[in-house]
């Protein structure tokens, strides 16, 4: 796997252009929600944004900058939500994101990081394969009993830890929504370990690599050709981090991208009325971060030329279209969008394991986007990852915010 | 060099603790070497973030009072560059747009307001404003203080030309409010009554945050003759805009030689059409509108842009109606077959009409930067359109040397000449790629700067821009009438104390 010396080019080649910080130019509607960097936002700093942190991993490899408390908590203040990735390559060929997340891996190295509440991830996950340290005897606690599932089936409903223990709703409505399509899946049930989004993302790299290793082992087990997940973080780490890995011989689906196909073959019909106007946010890791990773290696020569030439993860290709096809299909649903919308969209401050270590941002973060929300005029926010829920229920609580928050699969069970 | 402690809780008091910052860890940012800058940037002493124009006034005063040497970024993509021991005040809070005035047609707004954000709020009124060639994150006020050469300068004029009133922190703290502002009068006049001080604050070239602070500034606005939304589809980067057909119309001609081009630029202009009417950089033309490097050398290999783009015109036509239209492309194909110009091949025009917003905004200008980040503009300066030709005929004598070394890309024609005004005057920019991986390759860019303009006082051209800072104006001024010497002279009057981005 990369370390953060393969990502010399990116730091060098950074001429501080700014289009880290921004949504892409054209897509802006007027002088407010062009910010897209959450730390940016929240801190001011030039420092505290995809160039600011390739600087400091730059100065740290460069042996120009020295640990110390502040310096760590400013770089794990990042959620990692890659909009400066995004936005950057849609004029470069650099790894801003990547650099980030290499950069928080030395650090778990150099035995700096991560922060001492993210620590407890993997701990928990030693003893019982989820970042909540919850029984892992009732990962799958949630789970009607008479639920149909098919022992033969290559289709594997992965649940994730958050899902599991935290929003079981969203597994439940997940199953009706796959028995009302008619599909034959299974569960893996205590073989069903994290998918070690948590731990990519805080640096973390053994253990994630080992949660990995045995849940690949156990596809390759279990006969899986296509794994679905209603996780945000599940779908872009096993599309994101389990390619650097090993090689992926199985699809990942996003239950937003079955139940399009769903709507598309006729296999399922969405014919209740839902009065609702309602604004889409998209998760990072469900859209900009969603593109499927493609190891590269070689090398940088003269004028950036990449020889072989390297397959970049621009974000053009996130999945977008299926959540916004699933709402228009519904009766009733008036859907408008936030400003920052799609590859822009704004983090919901529940990524890289920001909630656990700097509450209190993660909050700040979720209320911004609760304004943006707000501004369109809708009365429901959905999404269909349950860190967004999380977060942002968590932010329409303290602000007292009118917007409600739904995930995407409890409107299409009640449309069903 | 640190901040002493002293003059840090002082600044604090005025600023509060939140904004001024002198860690390590905040200045990384502030001073990383940029693969555009031939040497890395001293770290600055610390970061103030002022919020409004009375902080900035009493952080001025303090820092003349402890000759502290301080300078102004917003974007960071900039030219101005600290000296040691300077203290950087960071524009980032002062960023609203505080008016947009349909009637008198000008919009007033504070530093940090981005063209990502202004840009969308008068196309939405139906207005629109010259753009300079940045990208839509950076500071439009800094834009309209310093250069700021543009794509639809044909159908209007440099930016400069757009500043109205002016509020500015002058290097010793007073504040000075130009024109009509200084006179309660509103915003809508840069000039006078008495006489105007707009050339001093600006000039050709603008000052590089070297004489004070421009903390408002009121620029002009035009009328939009496209959508009030621009009509964006799909996802970065591979979005398209199509406006009305009907309206809206770009087409790229070629000709057999660079006199061609010049005589059609003339005409076109003397007929007073055309929105954005350029000869334009054929190769960074290829890296704007290629996804990745290797997208680019593979179009660029292929020798299509060379034949095509050499002595090539583009002309972006923006008409209210489908009759102005038509009548402005009659009399551009009239020009165009009297001159004996020809469409290129229709995949380059192509790339025009699917985003448009490279007249517009120039939204992606930063793909510039993708051939590894080592590029620099020279000469940037002005005259008349007849003039900028003939100075970019000169250009072999001084650019094959560096590319036959294979110091620089191998694109001799890889200049822009941009009209203004339709055609009152031209501007010229010479650009060129270095591979910056090559440590000493970074060094190419002040040789290919001396040699230009040694280029151009042989032959008596006015084509270069003079440098900033006190050191590269002396070495360079008398090169240009000894024009350094007023320079100091205004520089001394305004800035006593020299505190005022003294620059390297």
Partial sequence: ?416 | MSLPRCIYKIIENIVGPDNINDKEHILTAYRHWSPQSPQKPPSPAAIILPGSTQEVQSIVRICNRYNISYMTQTSLFGMGFPGPGTVILNMRRMNKILEINETDRYAVIEPAVRHVQLKPEVLKRGLNYPTASVGPSCSVLANFVASGDHHTQHGSSRVSRYIQGVEWVLPTGEILRLGSLGNDAGWFCADGPGPSLRGLMRGWNGWGAGLGIITKIAIGLDAWKGPRELPVEGHSPSYKIHLPRDCHRIHIFKFPDLDKVRDAMLEIGKAEIGFAVLKFFYATEAVMYTESANDFWELWNSGLYQKELSYALWVYLACWSPEELEYEERVLQDIVDEIGGEPVQESIRKKYEDNPDFFIMVSFLQRTLKLGGGWSPTKLGGDSVRHMFEVAKSIPEFFYDFIERGEILNAPHNFQIIPMEYGHMAHIELLFFYDRTIPERRQVTAAISLKSMETDIKHGYHAATPAHGKTMMEKFGPLWSNFHVWAGKIKDTFDPNGVSNPAP
């Fill in chain 1, 1 to 416: 796997m990369e370390t953060l010396k393969d990502y010399i080019y990116t730091m060098e080649s950074c001429n501080s252009c700014g289009q880290c910080r921004f949504i892409l130019g054209p897509k802006s509607k007027g002088r407010e929600f062009v910010e897209i960097c959450p730390i940016y936002s929240r801190y001011l700093y030039e420092s505290y944004s995809g160039q600011g942190l390739i600087n400091t991993a730059q100065e740290l490899l460069e042996g120009t900058l020295g640990y110390g408390d502040e310096l760590i908590k400013h770089i794990y203040t990042c959620t990692t939500c890659g909009a400066c990735d995004i936005n950057c390559k849609s004029v470069r060929d650099m790894e801003v994101l990547d650099t980030i997340l290499a950069l928080r891996a030395k650090c778990v190295e150099d035995g700096q990081g991560p922060m001492p509440e993210q620590r407890k991830y993997a701990e928990y996950v030693e003893k019982q394969h989820n970042i909540f340290g919850e029984d892992h005897d009732q990962r799958f606690g949630w789970l009607p009993e008479d639920t149909n599932l098919s022992e033969g089936a290559d289709m594997v409903y992965f649940v994730g830890c958050s899902t599991a223990y935290l929003y079981p709703d969203i597994a439940r409505n997940t199953v009706k929504i796959m028995h009302a399509g008619g599909i034959n899946f299974k569960v893996m049930d205590a073989e069903e370990y994290c998918c070690g989004a948590p731990l990519w993302r805080t640096g973390q790299l053994a253990e994630a690599r080992k949660l990995a290793e045995h849940n690949l082992e156990t596809f390759t087990k279990q006969n899986v050709k296509t794994l679905v997940v209603s996780c945000a973080e599940c779908y872009g780490t096993f599309k994101g981090f389990y390619p650097r890995i090993a090689e992926l011989d199985f699809e990942v689906l996003h239950i937003t991208e079955v139940i399009q196909r769903l709507l598309r073959e006729g296999k399922l019909k969405l014919n209740k009325v839902l009065e609702m106007k309602a604004t889409y946010h998209d998760p990072c890791l469900l859209g900009r971060l969603s593109e499927l990773y493609i190891p590269w290696e070689g090398e940088i020569k003269a004028f950036g030329y990449h020889d072989p030439p390297k397959k970049f993860r621009r974000g053009t290709n996130g999945v977008y279209e299926a959540p916004r096809e699933i709402l228009k299909a519904i009766p009733g649903l008036e859907l408008v969008e936030m400003i920052r919308n799609a590859e822009n969209s704004f983090c919901c401050g529940g990524g890289g394991g920001v909630p656990t270590a700097f509450p209190d941002f993660s909050l700040w973060v979720a209320s911004e986007r609760l304004k943006e929300a707000e501004a369109t005029g809708a009365d429901v926010i959905v999404s269909c990852c349950p860190f967004c829920e999380s977060s942002l229920s968590n932010a329409i609580d303290k602000s007292k915010s009118s917007l409600r928050y739904r995930d995407l699969t409890e409107l299409v069970v009640r449309a069903i």
